[in-house]
């Protein structure tokens, strides 16, 4: 069999002004691995990462998706809108988008969760639109923003979804690298959607889907952009994207050059057995985020090194170093050089409000010299949580409904969903928690006889809000369901002019991040109501389907 060197993307990027800064040694682990194997072992060489907070991911946006021109500008792969980094909470009409849709695994918080391999900031509005439909090449659009389209697949994709979300040409490599990364980091998930994936085949890929990704990996090769993320995400996570590192990896697993043995050249040399440190590397920032006095945030650092001769030490030093801890200060130096490293967690137990920094020292295991990582962590006020008010389920069909409620008037990190399943009995099947960045969550697995309770809180900073109100959807009520009454919101110079055979109550009228900009208490035919410019979304609890109006 024909061996193929590969020289990784620092060569292959030379000429296009980007530059890959891969550890020597990252990917020796790899070499001369086939199929399977070759899959399992990038697997193994990627799975084990430090695991971010979900509400630090506003504070890394800005290192890892910024414009080259403007460092200040949020690069979007969703939309062509210029929206500018102000600070490190949010941007407005932004989310933080699950490329690789939370729902295919179940939606839990686990690692994927907040990977941000997978995880960029995205048009709002384009976001809700994609929702958790598959990727694939859209014939007819329902919407189209210039960047990003959705509607119904051409033949032979979709894997049974009847929408598919299509990016732009610029951006489809960059998506398809990513969902190489997803199927081979996660490929031990059980997927609960499998438009694009399978339970039962090691490729994780459905076939369809790997075409898809070829192709488009093909037809737009790895950017500069895709480098520079790749080199701040490491910095962040302490894993790499090794299908941009390495381009041509994809092909030996899925592509034209399966069953044969992969080889990378890093350096042009081989590996001299010098005591070297993988993970962290020297420019590792470990952002911690946000949390309430009285709470803790942990993340874990994988300590990962080639050829120690001794166990290494560790410490935390700085003046804020009292506010951080770690359970060791020596590492075996034979986990250290094993694949998957030493997960050393590093605990933030603040005492005092403000933003604390120290630096994580790891020395001896005859390295030359230290290393160190810098760690940075914010301590704010507990928040005050107002209960939330659920509101009925919309959408209701044969096997799925929409859970809705009101958003939170403060701030906050995400939703929680509890939802509770009973049997025709009224014993419970199951209760389930799941978390959103919407005002609603949609279920697909409404089955006979069954009623499904939900609640629903707020999280922020380690805290939870009260429950709400229970909301109850059963099987049973799904026939006589009423038909939403018609009303239509007729844009004008300053506002709206409302269409309607009868009066519509408890109209509400959200931004497109979700906030509730106006409520009122009914509407009439005729009526005027006053909005500066800009897109809402608005609904009436006769017509509970959402309405979006642009104002100019």
Not at 72 to 77: E, F, H
Not at 251 to 278: C, K, N, R, V
Not at 417 to 442: A, G, H, K, P
């Amino acid at each position: 069999m024909k061996k193929y060197r590969l020289i990784i993307i620092a060569f292959i990027l030379a000429a296009m002004g980007a530059s890959a800064t891969v550890p020597v040694g990252y990917y020796n682990s790899i070499d001369g691995k086939r199929g399977q194997d070759l899959k399992n072992t990038v697997h193994q060489l990627i799975k084990n990462h430090t695991v971010v907070t979900y509400n630090s991911l506003w504070y890394h946006f800005p290192s890892t998706d910024h414009r080259f021109d403007n460092p200040n500008q949020v690069w979007d792969m969703y939309s062509n809108i210029a929206r500018y980094y102000r600070g490190s909470s949010s941007v407005s009409g932004m989310n933080r988008e699950h490329s690789f849709p939370k729902s295919w695994w179940g939606g839990t918080q686990v690692d994927a969760y907040t990977d941000l391999n997978h995880l960029y900031p995205s048009d709002g509005d384009a976001n809700m639109a994609k929702s958790n439909y598959p990727l694939g090449e859209v014939s007819t659009a329902s919407f189209d923003n210039g960047c990003t389209r959705v509607g119904t697949p051409v033949a032979g994709q979709g894997g049974g979804c009847a929408t598919v979300f299509e990016p732009d040409d610029e951006y489809k490599g960059d998506f398809a690298r990513t969902y190489f990364y997803m199927a081979t980091c996660y490929q031990d998930y059980t997927w609960k959607y499998t438009y694009m994936v399978s339970n039962s085949s090691w490729q994780t890929l459905n076939q369809w889907s790997i075409n898809l990704l070829l192709k488009w990996s093909r037809q737009d090769p790895v950017s500069d952009k895709e480098v520079a993320r790749n080199e701040a995400v490491y910095k962040i996570q302490n894993n790499r994207n090794p299908f941009i590192d390495n381009p041509l990896l994809a092909e030996y697993i899925w592509g034209d050059h399966y069953g044969e043995a992969f080889y990378t050249d890093q350096s042009g040399e081989e590996p001299q057995g010098e005591p070297m440190l993988i993970t962290p590397n020297l420019e590792t920032a470990i952002e911690m985020g946000d949390v309430a006095i009285g709470k803790t945030l942990s993340v874990t650092v994988y300590v990962k090194g080639q050829y120690l001769k001794e166990d290494l030490s560790v410490l935390l030093f700085s003046d804020d170093a009292r506010m951080f801890s770690i359970p060791v200060n020596k590492i075996p130096r034979n986990v250290a050089n094993s694949e998957q490293g030493y997960p050393l967690v590093i605990t933030y137990k603040p005492s005092v409000l403000g933003n604390h920094r120290c630096r994580l020292l790891i020395y001896d295991g005859g390295l030359t010299g230290s290393y160190g990582a810098n760690i940075m962590a914010q301590c704010l006020p507990a928040p005050t949580l107002s209960t939330l008010t659920a509101l009925p389920a919309t959408d209701i069909e044969e096997e799925r409904y929409t859970a809705q409620w009101r958003p939170s008037p403060e701030e906050v990190d995400y939703y929680i969903v509890n939802r509770i399943v009973y049997d025709d009995n009224n014993n419970i099947l199951s209760s389930d928690e799941f978390t959103t960045d919407e005002t609603s969550y949609q279920f697909d697995d409404l089955g006979p006889g069954q009623t499904h309770t939900y609640t629903v809180q707020s999280f922020r900073l380690g805290y939870t809000s009260p429950p709400s109100n229970v909301i109850t959807v059963a099987y049973s009520a799904i026939n006589g369901i009423e038909v939403d009454r018609p009303i239509a919101f007729i844009p004008t110079q300053g506002g709206v002019l409302v269409k309607c055979s009868e009066p519509h109550r408890c109209v509400d009228i959200y931004s497109t991040s979700g906030l509730l900009v106006m409520h009122l208490d009914v509407v009439n035919n005729d009526d005027f109501i006053y909005l500066p410019q800009g897109i809402y979304i608005m609904r009436t609890a006769q017509s509970r389907k959402p309405q979006k109006l642009v104002i100019r």
